[in-house]
């Protein structure tokens, strides 16, 4: 069975995009951090919470470091699995916030990559208002879906890294 685990406190902390504090409040931050879970017995998502407050500006975009990754055993069927981010239903209804690439896809060998299959959340404020996200506060959901690749379409390719990936050389794979 998959499962969410803290990335190493090394990780999250360059990967946070927070600069010129202490370290011990850092650690503070990280330790804070819980992994995603349903908030009732019925949700399809698990809840990724704020690792720390932030004013999102009006008009801006931010990426929020999770200190999560989501991780599927290679030698298990778990590999026909993808987990799914979206944002909070109450803060698009509400704001519009939404993900800067509209819909997270965490591929099953993402945990396999060199940045330890951090999950990194990029959300986007259009309105013209900020929007306090709180510490330990519920801001995005993350669903595991099953799905299946068609006949003919499979690839024996690896990848190692985060957005974008499966296409770093910049070349068109269809063929």
């Known amino acids: 069975m998959s499962r969410f685990e803290k990335v190493s406190f090394e990780r999250w ?4 995009g927070v600069k010129g504090l202490p370290e011990g409040e850092l650690r503070q931050w990280y330790d804070s951090i819980r992994l995603p879970r349903q908030a009732t017995a019925a949700s399809a998502g698990c809840d990724f919470c704020m690792p720390f407050n932030l004013s999102l500006e009006a008009g801006s975009t931010f990426r929020i470091a999770t200190g999560m990754r989501w991780v599927t055993e290679p030698e298990k069927a778990e590999r026909d699995r993808v987990l799914l981010i979206m944002p909070r239903s109450g803060l698009g209804f509400r ?7 509209t819909v997270g896809v965490i591929d099953a060998d993402y945990c396999d990559s060199d940045n330890e299959g951090h999950i990194i959340i990029s959300m986007h404020n259009p309105s013209d208002k900020a929007v306090p996200l709180e510490a330990g506060k519920p801001f995005a959901q993350g669903i595991v879906v099953k799905y299946e690749i068609p006949e003919g379409a499979e690839s024996d390719d690896s990848r190692n890294g985060g957005f974008g990936s499966t296409d770093r050389d910049g070349t068109d794979r269809q063929q």
């Open 13 to 16: 902390k360059a990967d946070c």
């Open 95 to 101: 704001y519009g916030i939404r993900l800067s690439n």
